[in-house]
Protein backbone atom coordinates (compact mmCIF):
# COMPACT_ATOMS: atom_id res chain seq x y z
CA UNK A 1 0.00 0.00 0.00
CA UNK A 2 1.20 3.34 -1.05
CA UNK A 3 1.89 6.19 1.20
CA UNK A 4 -0.86 8.82 1.33
CA UNK A 5 -0.98 12.06 -0.88
CA UNK A 6 -0.45 13.74 2.06
CA UNK A 7 2.52 12.01 3.48
CA UNK A 8 4.00 11.04 0.01
CA UNK A 9 4.38 15.33 -0.16
CA UNK A 10 5.29 16.71 3.12
CA UNK A 11 8.46 16.65 4.91
CA UNK A 12 7.77 16.64 8.87
CA UNK A 13 10.26 17.56 11.26
CA UNK A 14 11.43 14.64 13.18
CA UNK A 15 11.64 14.44 17.32
CA UNK A 16 13.41 12.56 19.82
CA UNK A 17 12.50 10.06 22.20
CA UNK A 18 11.21 10.36 25.50
CA UNK A 19 13.92 9.23 27.79
CA UNK A 20 13.74 10.18 32.07
CA UNK A 21 11.88 11.70 33.79
CA UNK A 22 10.20 15.26 33.05
CA UNK A 23 7.56 17.64 34.55
CA UNK A 24 5.40 19.69 32.54
CA UNK A 25 1.41 21.75 33.15
CA UNK A 26 0.07 19.84 30.65
CA UNK A 27 0.94 16.47 28.65
CA UNK A 28 -0.95 15.78 25.89
CA UNK A 29 -0.80 11.91 24.62
CA UNK A 30 -1.13 11.54 20.63
CA UNK A 31 0.46 13.30 17.97
CA UNK A 32 -2.16 13.56 15.57
CA UNK A 33 -4.22 17.10 14.70
CA UNK A 34 -6.28 17.03 17.97
CA UNK A 35 -3.05 16.94 19.80
CA UNK A 36 -0.94 19.09 18.12
CA UNK A 37 -3.71 21.66 17.81
CA UNK A 38 -4.21 21.03 21.97
CA UNK A 39 -0.42 22.26 21.96
CA UNK A 40 -0.24 24.43 19.91
CA UNK A 41 -2.96 26.67 21.63
CA UNK A 42 -2.11 26.11 25.08
CA UNK A 43 1.47 27.08 23.95
CA UNK A 44 0.34 30.09 22.82
CA UNK A 45 -1.42 31.18 25.86
CA UNK A 46 1.72 30.54 28.07
CA UNK A 47 0.67 27.33 29.04
CA UNK A 48 3.39 24.58 29.59
CA UNK A 49 2.84 21.90 27.27
CA UNK A 50 4.46 18.46 26.33
CA UNK A 51 3.28 16.19 23.48
CA UNK A 52 4.16 12.44 23.18
CA UNK A 53 3.39 9.94 20.19
CA UNK A 54 4.06 6.65 19.96
CA UNK A 55 5.48 6.60 16.36
CA UNK A 56 5.79 9.53 14.33
CA UNK A 57 3.48 12.27 14.38
CA UNK A 58 0.76 12.73 11.84
CA UNK A 59 1.36 9.38 10.37
CA UNK A 60 -1.92 7.62 11.90
CA UNK A 61 -5.48 8.94 11.26
CA UNK A 62 -4.31 12.90 9.95
CA UNK A 63 -1.96 11.68 7.56
CA UNK A 64 -4.95 9.22 6.32
CA UNK A 65 -7.87 11.68 5.86
CA UNK A 66 -9.51 13.03 2.67
CA UNK A 67 -8.97 16.21 4.37
CA UNK A 68 -12.18 18.34 3.98
CA UNK A 69 -13.15 20.91 6.25
CA UNK A 70 -16.76 21.16 6.91
CA UNK A 71 -20.09 21.86 9.43
CA UNK A 72 -21.52 18.99 7.28
CA UNK A 73 -21.50 16.07 8.55
CA UNK A 74 -23.80 13.60 6.58
CA UNK A 75 -26.95 13.79 7.32
CA UNK A 76 -27.00 14.84 11.14
CA UNK A 77 -28.78 17.41 11.77
CA UNK A 78 -32.48 16.55 11.45
CA UNK A 79 -31.76 13.52 13.62
CA UNK A 80 -30.05 15.63 16.30
CA UNK A 81 -32.78 18.13 16.64
CA UNK A 82 -34.82 14.72 16.96
CA UNK A 83 -32.89 12.98 19.58
CA UNK A 84 -31.47 16.10 21.75
CA UNK A 85 -33.35 18.62 21.14
CA UNK A 86 -33.20 22.19 18.43
CA UNK A 87 -30.74 24.20 21.07
CA UNK A 88 -28.37 21.40 21.71
CA UNK A 89 -28.11 20.83 17.90
CA UNK A 90 -27.55 24.78 17.33
CA UNK A 91 -24.54 24.30 19.64
CA UNK A 92 -23.05 21.53 17.69
CA UNK A 93 -23.30 23.21 14.26
CA UNK A 94 -21.52 26.70 15.75
CA UNK A 95 -19.12 24.80 17.12
CA UNK A 96 -18.28 23.21 14.23
CA UNK A 97 -18.74 26.55 12.18
CA UNK A 98 -16.77 28.38 14.66
CA UNK A 99 -14.08 25.26 14.08
CA UNK A 100 -13.67 26.42 10.22
CA UNK A 101 -13.47 30.19 10.81
CA UNK A 102 -10.72 29.29 13.08
CA UNK A 103 -8.75 27.25 10.17
CA UNK A 104 -9.73 30.68 7.90
CA UNK A 105 -7.80 32.59 10.10
CA UNK A 106 -4.79 30.46 10.82
CA UNK A 107 -4.23 29.58 6.83
CA UNK A 108 -4.04 33.10 5.97
CA UNK A 109 -0.46 33.01 7.62
CA UNK A 110 0.26 29.35 6.06
CA UNK A 111 0.94 27.81 2.90
CA UNK A 112 -1.29 24.62 3.39
CA UNK A 113 -2.91 24.53 -0.25
CA UNK A 114 -6.30 25.69 1.67
CA UNK A 115 -9.10 26.46 -0.62
CA UNK A 116 -12.67 27.71 -0.19
CA UNK A 117 -15.51 24.72 -1.93
CA UNK A 118 -18.94 23.95 -1.33
CA UNK A 119 -19.99 21.11 0.56
CA UNK A 120 -22.76 18.73 -0.90
CA UNK A 121 -24.47 15.29 0.76
CA UNK A 122 -26.30 13.75 -1.68
CA UNK A 123 -28.58 10.91 -1.55
CA UNK A 124 -28.83 8.28 -4.92
CA UNK A 125 -32.34 6.80 -3.41
CA UNK A 126 -34.08 9.02 -0.67
CA UNK A 127 -34.84 12.55 -2.11
CA UNK A 128 -37.14 12.77 1.38
CA UNK A 129 -34.24 12.31 3.56
CA UNK A 130 -32.39 15.30 1.84
CA UNK A 131 -35.64 17.81 2.52
CA UNK A 132 -35.90 16.79 5.60
CA UNK A 133 -32.07 17.92 6.21
CA UNK A 134 -32.88 21.08 4.50
CA UNK A 135 -35.39 21.89 6.43
CA UNK A 136 -34.03 21.09 9.71
CA UNK A 137 -30.74 23.55 9.03
CA UNK A 138 -33.13 26.49 8.23
CA UNK A 139 -34.62 25.66 11.52
CA UNK A 140 -31.08 26.17 12.53
CA UNK A 141 -30.15 29.56 10.61
CA UNK A 142 -27.68 27.73 8.05
CA UNK A 143 -28.05 29.09 4.17
CA UNK A 144 -28.28 25.58 2.77
CA UNK A 145 -29.73 24.51 -0.75
CA UNK A 146 -31.66 21.35 -2.12
CA UNK A 147 -29.52 20.66 -5.20
CA UNK A 148 -31.39 18.43 -8.52
CA UNK A 149 -27.52 18.00 -9.78
CA UNK A 150 -24.35 17.46 -8.56
CA UNK A 151 -20.89 17.78 -10.79
CA UNK A 152 -19.97 13.66 -10.47
CA UNK A 153 -21.38 11.13 -12.86
CA UNK A 154 -24.10 9.67 -10.54
CA UNK A 155 -28.03 9.98 -10.95
CA UNK A 156 -29.34 11.30 -7.71
CA UNK A 157 -32.45 12.11 -6.28
CA UNK A 158 -31.06 15.12 -4.30
CA UNK A 159 -28.21 17.08 -2.21
CA UNK A 160 -27.72 19.23 0.16
CA UNK A 161 -25.51 21.90 -0.26
CA UNK A 162 -23.68 23.87 2.58
CA UNK A 163 -21.84 27.00 0.92
CA UNK A 164 -18.50 28.39 1.21
CA UNK A 165 -16.90 25.45 3.28
CA UNK A 166 -13.24 24.16 2.81
CA UNK A 167 -10.24 21.98 2.09
CA UNK A 168 -6.69 21.42 2.82
CA UNK A 169 -3.64 19.94 2.63
CA UNK A 170 -3.19 18.82 6.73
CA UNK A 171 -0.33 18.13 6.74
CA UNK A 172 1.67 21.14 5.41
CA UNK A 173 -0.52 22.60 7.39
CA UNK A 174 0.70 20.92 10.78
CA UNK A 175 4.58 21.64 9.49
CA UNK A 176 4.20 24.78 9.99
CA UNK A 177 1.96 24.70 13.60
CA UNK A 178 4.41 22.38 15.15
CA UNK A 179 6.85 24.92 15.38
CA UNK A 180 7.92 25.95 18.90
CA UNK A 181 5.89 22.98 20.34
CA UNK A 182 7.97 20.72 23.01
CA UNK A 183 7.41 16.61 20.90
CA UNK A 184 8.51 13.70 21.83
CA UNK A 185 8.53 10.84 19.27
CA UNK A 186 8.73 7.02 19.41
CA UNK A 187 7.46 7.57 23.06
CA UNK A 188 4.39 5.03 23.65
CA UNK A 189 2.39 5.53 26.93
CA UNK A 190 1.52 2.42 28.30
CA UNK A 191 -0.38 3.65 31.54
CA UNK A 192 -1.90 6.96 33.20
CA UNK A 193 -2.55 7.64 37.03
CA UNK A 194 -3.19 11.09 38.27
CA UNK A 195 -0.87 13.43 37.05
CA UNK A 196 1.42 10.63 36.17
CA UNK A 197 2.09 8.90 32.71
CA UNK A 198 5.03 5.76 32.11
CA UNK A 199 6.31 5.41 28.56
CA UNK A 200 8.91 2.13 28.25
CA UNK A 201 12.35 4.81 29.49
CA UNK A 202 10.37 7.69 30.46
CA UNK A 203 7.89 9.10 33.11
CA UNK A 204 6.00 12.24 32.84
CA UNK A 205 4.35 14.27 36.34
CA UNK A 206 1.86 16.81 34.48
CA UNK A 207 -1.19 18.86 36.26
CA UNK A 208 -3.31 18.03 33.55
CA UNK A 209 -3.43 14.98 30.93
CA UNK A 210 -5.07 14.80 27.67
CA UNK A 211 -5.97 11.86 25.61
CA UNK A 212 -5.75 12.26 22.29
CA UNK A 213 -4.81 9.08 20.32
CA UNK A 214 -7.76 8.43 18.50
CA UNK A 215 -9.06 5.59 20.75
CA UNK A 216 -8.82 5.63 24.34
CA UNK A 217 -6.98 3.05 25.66
CA UNK A 218 -7.39 3.70 29.56
CA UNK A 219 -10.29 1.32 30.52
CA UNK A 220 -10.83 1.78 33.85
CA UNK A 221 -12.51 4.87 33.01
CA UNK A 222 -15.28 6.34 31.14
CA UNK A 223 -16.24 2.46 29.21
CA UNK A 224 -14.79 3.70 25.69
CA UNK A 225 -14.47 0.46 25.02
CA UNK A 226 -18.63 0.32 25.27
CA UNK A 227 -18.99 3.37 23.67
CA UNK A 228 -17.20 3.17 20.55
CA UNK A 229 -16.05 0.92 17.40
CA UNK A 230 -14.12 1.37 14.87
CA UNK A 231 -14.20 1.86 11.19
CA UNK A 232 -12.28 1.34 7.94
CA UNK A 233 -12.72 2.80 4.70
CA UNK A 234 -10.22 3.57 2.03
CA UNK A 235 -8.90 6.28 -0.54
CA UNK A 236 -7.63 6.37 -4.56
CA UNK A 237 -6.34 9.07 -5.84
CA UNK A 238 -6.95 9.63 -9.76
CA UNK A 239 -4.91 11.74 -12.14
CA UNK A 240 -6.40 12.59 -15.83
CA UNK A 241 -10.05 13.35 -14.29
CA UNK A 242 -11.77 16.62 -14.23
CA UNK A 243 -12.45 18.89 -11.37
CA UNK A 244 -15.78 17.91 -9.77
CA UNK A 245 -15.99 21.15 -8.13
CA UNK A 246 -16.57 20.99 -4.78
CA UNK A 247 -16.54 18.16 -2.06
CA UNK A 248 -18.95 15.22 -2.25
CA UNK A 249 -20.44 12.46 0.05
CA UNK A 250 -22.97 9.84 -0.25
CA UNK A 251 -25.70 9.53 2.80
CA UNK A 252 -25.61 5.70 2.28
CA UNK A 253 -23.03 3.83 4.50
CA UNK A 254 -21.75 2.38 1.49
CA UNK A 255 -21.84 5.16 -0.34
CA UNK A 256 -18.50 7.49 -1.82
CA UNK A 257 -17.12 10.59 -0.77
CA UNK A 258 -15.16 13.03 -3.43
CA UNK A 259 -12.62 15.85 -3.92
CA UNK A 260 -9.72 16.96 -5.63
CA UNK A 261 -6.40 17.96 -4.47
CA UNK A 262 -4.15 19.52 -7.67
CA UNK A 263 -4.73 17.64 -10.28
CA UNK A 264 -5.90 14.07 -8.19
CA UNK A 265 -9.80 13.26 -7.92
CA UNK A 266 -9.90 11.43 -4.33
CA UNK A 267 -12.55 9.01 -3.99
CA UNK A 268 -12.99 7.46 -0.65
CA UNK A 269 -15.46 4.86 0.33
CA UNK A 270 -15.10 0.73 0.61
CA UNK A 271 -15.64 1.14 4.14
CA UNK A 272 -16.54 -1.48 7.04
CA UNK A 273 -16.57 -1.77 10.92
CA UNK A 274 -12.84 -2.97 11.60
CA UNK A 275 -12.40 -7.00 11.70
CA UNK A 276 -15.46 -7.26 9.35
CA UNK A 277 -15.32 -8.05 5.48
CA UNK A 278 -15.89 -4.77 3.35
CA UNK A 279 -15.15 -3.36 -0.39
CA UNK A 280 -12.09 -1.55 0.15
CA UNK A 281 -10.12 -0.50 -2.40
CA UNK A 282 -11.95 -2.93 -4.89
CA UNK A 283 -14.50 -2.03 -4.76
CA UNK A 284 -13.69 2.31 -5.89
CA UNK A 285 -11.56 0.65 -8.46
CA UNK A 286 -14.53 -0.85 -9.92
CA UNK A 287 -15.79 2.29 -9.83
CA UNK A 288 -12.99 3.90 -10.69
CA UNK A 289 -13.08 1.75 -14.56
CA UNK A 290 -16.83 2.18 -14.55
CA UNK A 291 -16.91 5.93 -14.29
CA UNK A 292 -13.56 7.49 -15.05
CA UNK A 293 -11.98 4.90 -17.60
CA UNK A 294 -9.43 6.86 -18.69
CA UNK A 295 -8.09 7.95 -14.85
CA UNK A 296 -5.03 6.75 -13.84
CA UNK A 297 -4.47 5.69 -10.32
CA UNK A 298 -1.73 7.76 -8.02
CA UNK A 299 -1.88 6.93 -4.58
CA UNK A 300 -4.16 4.46 -2.78
CA UNK A 301 -4.40 4.25 1.05
CA UNK A 302 -6.83 3.53 4.25
CA UNK A 303 -7.97 5.30 7.26
CA UNK A 304 -9.65 4.14 10.42
CA UNK A 305 -12.57 5.97 12.77
CA UNK A 306 -13.96 5.94 15.75
CA UNK A 307 -17.68 5.44 15.70
CA UNK A 308 -19.98 7.11 18.55
CA UNK A 309 -23.41 5.66 20.16
CA UNK A 310 -25.06 8.74 19.22
CA UNK A 311 -23.39 10.51 16.12
CA UNK A 312 -21.44 13.67 18.51
CA UNK A 313 -17.84 13.10 19.58
CA UNK A 314 -16.49 12.58 22.97
CA UNK A 315 -14.75 15.87 23.65
CA UNK A 316 -14.16 16.87 27.66
CA UNK A 317 -13.24 15.30 31.19
CA UNK A 318 -12.20 11.80 30.55
CA UNK A 319 -14.93 10.44 33.22
CA UNK A 320 -16.50 12.12 36.15
CA UNK A 321 -14.09 10.72 38.57
CA UNK A 322 -10.87 11.88 36.92
CA UNK A 323 -11.16 15.80 37.34
CA UNK A 324 -7.24 16.43 35.05
CA UNK A 325 -7.78 13.56 32.76
CA UNK A 326 -9.27 14.69 29.10
CA UNK A 327 -10.55 13.28 26.11
CA UNK A 328 -11.04 13.49 22.43
CA UNK A 329 -12.91 10.58 20.30
CA UNK A 330 -15.79 8.95 18.23
CA UNK A 331 -15.25 11.75 15.55
CA UNK A 332 -17.30 9.70 13.08
CA UNK A 333 -15.02 10.26 10.15
CA UNK A 334 -15.09 13.90 10.19
CA UNK A 335 -11.60 14.28 11.85
CA UNK A 336 -10.29 17.60 10.53
CA UNK A 337 -13.22 19.96 11.50
CA UNK A 338 -13.67 18.26 14.65
CA UNK A 339 -10.36 18.44 15.88
CA UNK A 340 -10.26 22.10 15.89
CA UNK A 341 -13.83 21.69 18.10
CA UNK A 342 -11.69 19.19 20.25
CA UNK A 343 -8.67 21.41 20.63
CA UNK A 344 -10.98 24.98 21.26
CA UNK A 345 -13.38 23.06 23.97
CA UNK A 346 -10.09 21.28 25.66
CA UNK A 347 -8.01 24.65 26.07
CA UNK A 348 -10.81 26.25 27.54
CA UNK A 349 -11.26 23.44 29.92
CA UNK A 350 -7.87 22.51 30.98
CA UNK A 351 -7.73 26.71 32.22
CA UNK A 352 -10.74 26.61 33.96
CA UNK A 353 -12.73 28.87 31.15
CA UNK A 354 -16.23 28.08 30.90
CA UNK A 355 -17.09 26.76 27.00
CA UNK A 356 -20.78 26.24 26.02
CA UNK A 357 -20.03 23.72 23.86
CA UNK A 358 -19.00 21.08 26.96
CA UNK A 359 -22.73 19.47 27.39
CA UNK A 360 -23.12 19.04 23.81
CA UNK A 361 -19.99 16.55 23.74
CA UNK A 362 -19.67 15.66 27.12
CA UNK A 363 -18.80 11.90 27.30
CA UNK A 364 -20.38 11.34 30.24
CA UNK A 365 -23.98 11.63 28.32
CA UNK A 366 -26.30 8.69 28.41
CA UNK A 367 -24.75 5.94 26.69
CA UNK A 368 -28.54 4.28 26.22
CA UNK A 369 -28.34 4.31 22.68
CA UNK A 370 -29.06 1.64 19.68
CA UNK A 371 -25.36 1.19 18.96
CA UNK A 372 -24.58 0.04 22.38
CA UNK A 373 -26.69 -3.49 22.18
CA UNK A 374 -24.40 -3.66 18.60
CA UNK A 375 -21.67 -3.06 20.44
CA UNK A 376 -21.97 -5.74 22.98
CA UNK A 377 -23.34 -8.04 20.80
CA UNK A 378 -20.06 -8.05 18.82
CA UNK A 379 -18.06 -8.08 21.74
CA UNK A 380 -19.42 -11.17 23.04
CA UNK A 381 -19.76 -12.81 19.73
CA UNK A 382 -15.78 -12.62 19.28
CA UNK A 383 -14.61 -13.15 23.50
CA UNK A 384 -16.49 -16.78 22.46
CA UNK A 385 -14.59 -17.09 19.13
CA UNK A 386 -12.54 -20.27 20.03
CA UNK A 387 -8.79 -19.13 18.38
CA UNK A 388 -5.68 -18.70 20.39
CA UNK A 389 -5.06 -15.15 18.25
CA UNK A 390 -6.65 -12.84 20.64
CA UNK A 391 -6.38 -8.64 20.90
CA UNK A 392 -3.80 -7.98 24.11
CA UNK A 393 -6.78 -5.23 24.94
CA UNK A 394 -9.49 -6.80 26.44
CA UNK A 395 -9.16 -10.44 24.55
CA UNK A 396 -11.42 -10.28 21.81
CA UNK A 397 -10.72 -12.72 18.65
CA UNK A 398 -8.75 -11.28 15.98
CA UNK A 399 -9.42 -12.09 12.25
CA UNK A 400 -7.18 -11.70 9.44
CA UNK A 401 -7.19 -8.79 6.41
CA UNK A 402 -6.55 -10.32 3.60
CA UNK A 403 -6.37 -6.98 1.79
CA UNK A 404 -3.99 -5.10 4.53
CA UNK A 405 -2.25 -7.80 5.48
CA UNK A 406 -3.27 -7.57 9.25
CA UNK A 407 -4.35 -9.12 12.30
CA UNK A 408 -7.94 -6.99 12.99
CA UNK A 409 -10.10 -6.81 16.18
CA UNK A 410 -13.85 -6.28 15.30
CA UNK A 411 -14.70 -5.20 18.79
CA UNK A 412 -12.61 -2.37 19.28
CA UNK A 413 -10.58 -1.85 16.20
CA UNK A 414 -7.14 -2.85 17.05
CA UNK A 415 -4.38 -3.52 14.64
CA UNK A 416 -1.46 -5.85 14.22
CA UNK A 417 1.08 -6.40 12.22
CA UNK A 418 1.53 -10.25 10.74
CA UNK A 419 4.26 -10.53 12.97
CA UNK A 420 1.50 -8.85 15.93
CA UNK A 421 3.24 -5.44 15.81
CA UNK A 422 0.63 -3.16 17.48
CA UNK A 423 -0.83 -0.46 14.66
CA UNK A 424 -3.52 0.85 15.80
CA UNK A 425 -4.78 1.21 19.73
CA UNK A 426 -6.74 0.90 22.27
CA UNK A 427 -4.06 -2.38 22.48
CA UNK A 428 -1.75 -0.70 24.41
CA UNK A 429 1.15 -3.31 23.63
CA UNK A 430 1.70 -6.29 20.47
CA UNK A 431 -0.05 -8.89 20.25
CA UNK A 432 1.45 -12.69 20.55
CA UNK A 433 0.29 -14.96 17.33
CA UNK A 434 2.42 -18.17 18.20
Known amino acids: ?101 RYRELAKNINCDFERKDSFIYSCSNRSKIEKEVEALTQL ?18 AVKFPNQAQFNPLMFLSEIVKGLEIYEHTFIKDIAPHKAWSNEGEITA ?133 MVAAMLLCDLVMEKKNEWEEVFSPSRSILKPQLFINGVEATKNLLTPTMRRCPHLGCALKWNSTEQTWDCPCHGSRFEKDGKIINNPATGDAKLK
Not at 59 to 70: D, I, P, Q, Y
Open 207 to 339: NKIIVATHFPFLNKYGSYFLKLYQDRSYVIALNNVEDVHGMYMDEEKTGKSFRNYKDLLLIGGGSHRTGKAGGNWEELREFAKQYFPEAKEKYAWATQDCMSLDQIPYIGRYSKRTPDLYVASGYNKWGMTTS
Open 1 to 101: MSKSVWIDGTKLPKYQKLQGKVKTEVLVIGGGITGILCSYFLNQSGVNTILVEADRICHGVTGNTTAKLTSQHGLVYEKMIQSVGKEMAGRYLEANEQALE
Open 141 to 158: GIAAEFCEHISIPLSIRG
